[in-house]
């Protein structure tokens, strides 16, 4: 069939319209939006990184190109990103950073502080999420099967060994998922087993809750601010696998912790962020 000229301009100006009449009109359709925008720009961006990482092949050093080209996405969402202590990183051996995982938004948090050579730890699903999935392929991304336990605790082995042997980091969310709850689900201890097998210490980063901003059960996506906070460096020379559990559960506490002083939600009643000359208004 045959649209008279001009037809696409009034179709697609019709589509606009309904588009912003949703937007004004509707939270749920604006946080839809918003999302569909995030999932589709980092779509995008990935297709852009992913001649750029070829030419050194799957390296590491590929993911400060990811870095780079995500450090803007704060601003399309109005999201101030406030890091604190980022003096805590060791400048130059090996670590495990454990981090809570509240959404994919975290990617934004992340991004922030992601350290040279450090790599996440993800989920395999996301090796299959089209262009994203092969530029974190391309940066090194390790990727786990969270389906088959064996498979998944003989990479983590591995990777103990690689990061002695090639210097690298690894980043952890060791709640194994997102979780939308304002809080911190119990950790797995991959991470905590990791960094006793490589003897290296265990950088806990809390990123505040985002309740204030965003919910996806509310379907509620505004503007807003996150604090990143980078903990002291936890050593683990000298412990052995039977030490892990409570290695673990205290790295959780003190997470928690934090994570309740630092969120602006009421959940945790911290309100650090909100007090000029508060605790988050020094640097730490
Ligand atoms: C521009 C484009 C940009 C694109 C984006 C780029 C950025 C991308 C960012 C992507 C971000 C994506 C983010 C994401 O995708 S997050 C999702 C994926 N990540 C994770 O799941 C990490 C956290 N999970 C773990 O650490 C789990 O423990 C693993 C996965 C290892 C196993 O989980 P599973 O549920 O199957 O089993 P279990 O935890 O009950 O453990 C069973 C037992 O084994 C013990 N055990 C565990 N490990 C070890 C070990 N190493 N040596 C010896 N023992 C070990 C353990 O203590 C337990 O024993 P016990 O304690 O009960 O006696
Ligand atoms: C041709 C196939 C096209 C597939 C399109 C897929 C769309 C995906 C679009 C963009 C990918 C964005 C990458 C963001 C990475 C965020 C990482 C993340 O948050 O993973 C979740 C994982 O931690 C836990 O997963 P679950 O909470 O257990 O679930």
New binding site residues.
């Given amino acids: 069939m045959e649209l008279w000229p001009g037809a696409w301009t009034a179709l697609l100006l019709l589509l606009l319209l309904l588009l912003s009449t949703l937007w004004f009109c509707s939270s749920s359709a604006k946080y839809f939006m918003k999302m569909a925008f995030y ?1 589709g720009w ?2 995008f961006l990935a297709i852009l990184a992913i001649p750029v990482c070829a030419v050194r092949g799957r390296n590491v050093e590929n993911m400060k190109i990811l870095r780079l080209l995500l450090l803007h996405v704060k601003y399309l969402y109005g999201i101030r990103v406030e890091v604190r202590g980022a003096h805590h990183f060791p400048p130059t051996q090996p670590y495990v950073v454990v981090s809570n ?1 509240q ?2 938004l ?2 934004l948090g992340m991004m922030e502080v992601l350290p040279d050579r450090c790599v996440p730890i ?2 395999r699903e ?1 090796l ?3 262009s ?1 999935g092969l530029a974190c392929w391309l940066a090194g991304v390790i990727f786990i099967d969270r389906k088959r336990t064996g498979d998944a605790i003989s990479v983590m082995s591995e990777v103990a060994q690689t990061l002695l042997t090639q210097d690298v980091r690894v980043w952890v ?1 060791p709640e194994g ?2 979780n939308h709850n304002g809080s911190m689900l119990p950790f797995k201890r991959g991470a905590f087993h990791l960094a006793v097998q490589a003897q290296v210490p265990i950088i806990p980063i809390v990123m505040s809750s985002y309740q204030d901003f965003y919910s996806k059960k509310e379907r509620r996506f505004t503007s807003g601010r996150c604090q990143v906070r980078v903990l002291p460096p936890v050593p683990t020379e000298g412990l052995t696998p039977d030490d892990v559990p409570a290695l673990a559960d205290r790295v959780r506490h003190s997470m928690l912790t934090i994570f309740r002083e630092i969120s602006t939600d009421g959940l945790g009643g911290g309100d650090c962020l909100k007090k000029p000359g508060g605790a988050g208004e020094a640097r730490l």
């Fill in positions: 999932n980092i779509l995982h959404s994919s975290d990617l993800a989920k996301l299959w999420a089209g994203a969310f998922t997102r």
